[in-house]
């Protein structure tokens, strides 16, 4: 049953990539012992990764398989000149997104995330409103788990010693991001370039991700790298380092297993090129306190996550991010 459930999950998420790189062309496990050996890895939200205002998850933080739906909702409120007095603009942007993962071996998994965005800017005289497809990401996740050592003594009594799971893991992701969002360049005259469906280029992420669960407690910690593209524009958004640890308590229920958390994660962007000349003011950095929670039962994974900047330097200060949600719902592949 549950090789049927992959089978139609990778055949599924694979149509609707199709069909997202068509369009761009032409225009929930519950583990069965609740142990929280579980991470959360950490992607841009936005297409140029420009002004991303924390980074959501590309799993649960349970670690399960899944196929579902998140929503995501950013701010930020960006400064049109370099006086106290200049005027503002309010962005509001709003992604929807289909995602999952999907265990091919063991050690071995697919991730996929295909977004829908629809980002709105209001000006004091007029608004904006750009809305489509934006730029899907792949991913391939190898997962090594550590095991306590064995007692060499016990090893000469008996001949069949389990190994026993030391609660440490670790995971190494490699990726890309496709093109699959429109890229438009009269945008990123714009105060905040980052007001884009897509990058119009093709990005490598490199991710490396570090897990520890003992009883009910656990940390997560993880580094991500994205190598930017340089779009037929000739325009190439800034490379990217994000960082994030959380830390989870595991309650365990009759019918669900709940893991609130708490945690800090964090940003840093190189300068965005055009003519493979550096724009100034286009690097920046932010650092964001998260907390949220996730239920898991037999058949869905429920969660939501709040996050908030502690310290941000965005675009010479001209850009200043605000909260950030996100809130999905997951169907189980491992009941």
């Not at 934006?134 to 550590?146: L, S």
């Amino acid at each position: 049953m549950l090789n049927i459930k992959i089978k139609k999950s990778i055949v599924f998420l694979g149509f609707v990539l199709l069909a997202f790189q068509n369009f761009a062309n032409h225009n929930f496990k519950i583990c069965s012992n609740h142990e929280p050996d579980s991470f959360e890895f950490f992607f841009c939200d936005l297409c140029g990764c420009s002004t991303s205002s924390g980074s959501f998850g590309l799993g649960t933080l349970n670690n399960a398989s899944f196929v579902g739906i998140r929503y995501i909702y950013q701010t930020f409120e960006s400064k049109d000149g370099i006086f106290s007095n200049s005027p503002t603009s309010t962005e509001n942007f709003h992604t929807y997104q289909l995602w999952g993962r999907v265990p091919v071996t063991d050690n071995f998994y697919v991730s996929a995330i295909l977004p829908y965005q629809d980002l709105k800017r209001k000006y004091t005289d007029r608004e904006e409103n750009i809305n489509g497809f934006g730029d899907a990401t792949i991913m391939g996740w190898y997962k090594i788990k550590f095991f306590k050592k064995v007692d060499k003594e016990k090893a000469k009594l008996y001949t069949n010693v389990q190994k026993e799971a030391s609660g440490h893991s670790l995971e190494i992701g490699l990726g890309t991001k496709l093109p699959t969002g429109k890229f438009e360049q009269i945008l990123t005259d714009r105060v905040n370039p980052g007001f884009q469906l897509g990058t119009g280029s093709f990005d490598g992420i490199f991710a490396l991700a570090h897990s520890y669960g003992a009883d009910k407690f656990g940390v997560n910690t993880s580094v991500t790298y994205y190598l930017k593209g340089e779009n037929k524009n000739d325009y190439k958004f800034g490379n990217q380092f994000s960082y994030a640890s959380n830390f989870f308590y595991a309650i365990s229920k009759e019918k669900y297993l709940l893991l609130p958390f708490i945690g800090l994660s964090g940003n840093i962007y190189d300068k965005i090129e055009q003519y493979e000349e550096e724009i100034p003011k286009t690097d920046g950095n932010v650092f964001n306190g998260t907390f949220g929670a996730e239920i898991t039962t037999k058949d869905f994974i429920i969660g939501a996550n709040y996050t908030l900047p502690i310290s941000h330097n965005l675009f010479g200060g001209n850009v200043t991010p605000k909260q950030s949600l996100s809130i999905y719902i997951n169907f189980n592949l491992n009941n």
